[in-house]
């Protein structure tokens, strides 16, 4: 039973755009989400959280937003650069328990 | 911020042979390390939670005396593939919190490949 889910497991995006990752999920005792980066043979790196308590999260060129309403969350990378191109997992937690992943969305951005 | 180390970052061994990778924390105290394990295409899998001083909690299915695993220190954690097997070969990745609902601070991963 995947709880976290990624849909699309692949997007490409022009340079200079708007890159959206979706996610969703289905353990509403989810509070604490996150998104990480991954390129080739790296480990994945942490790259923006969010709590349940807020819907928005903005750092730089990437924002996080939550509907928990919806159990869905979005990555917005804008705009997107060639050295955005990896793989983002978006993650999930419910109080102290294990990150639970999702299974990745493979971005690709267009020079 | 918060720096993991993990190694060896590649290693390539026979067959029946144990591997042993490291996790350290570099700049602060992790009470908690995780290890998990990557397929390809697939999402990370969480392999098992280990605490300091505590013995490691393991996930369904991830057999505990093949995979050992060593919280000796609250910077350093070990993960020992015994006897392994060319379908042992895949990218294991370490983990590492202050504490429990802080983000994760990841190791760089381990290539292992199983001839």
């Known amino acids: 039973d995947q709880q976290v889910k990624q849909n699309s497991p692949s997007l490409s995006v022009q340079e200079g755009r708007i890159s959206i990752l979706n996610c969703d999920y289905t353990?509403?005792?989810?509070?604490?989400f996150l998104w990480y980066k991954k390129y080739p043979a790296e480990g994945p790196t942490f790259l923006i959280s969010?709590?349940?308590?807020?819907d928005k999260n903005e750092d730089g060129r990437f924002t996080v937003f939550l509907n928990k309403s919806a159990k869905h969350l979005s990555l917005h990378i804008v705009p997107s650069q060639p050295g955005d191109s990896a793989v983002y997992f978006c993650?999930?937690?419910?109080?102290?328990?294990?990150?639970?992943f999702g299974t990745g969305t493979r971005l690709t951005i267009i020079p | 911020g918060a720096v993991v180390s993990q190694h060896p970052s590649r290693v390539i061994c026979k067959s029946g042979t144990s591997v042993k990778i490291e996790c350290r924390s570099l700049?602060?105290?992790?009470?908690?390390m995780f290890w998990y394990r990557q397929f390809p295409k697939k999402s990370l899998m969480l392999m098992a939670t280990?605490?300091?001083?505590?013995?490691?909690?393991?996930e369904q299915g991830v057999e505990k005396d093949k995979f050992l695993i060593n919280h000796a220190s609250l910077t350093l954690s070990t993960l020992t593939v015994t006897s392994a097997h060319p379908e042992d070969s895949s990218f294991y990745i370490c983990?590492?919190?202050?504490?429990?609902?802080?983000?994760?601070?990841f190791g760089s991963g381990t290539q292992l490949s199983v001839l």
């Open positions: 983990s590492a919190s202050k504490d429990s609902n802080e983000k994760l601070f």
């Open positions: 353990n509403s005792m989810f509070d604490y």
């Open positions: 969010i709590s349940s308590i807020k």
């Open positions: 993650a999930a937690s419910a109080g102290n328990e294990k990150l639970t």
């Open positions: 700049d602060f105290q992790a009470t908690t």
């Open positions: 280990s605490n300091e001083g505590s013995k490691a909690t393991y």
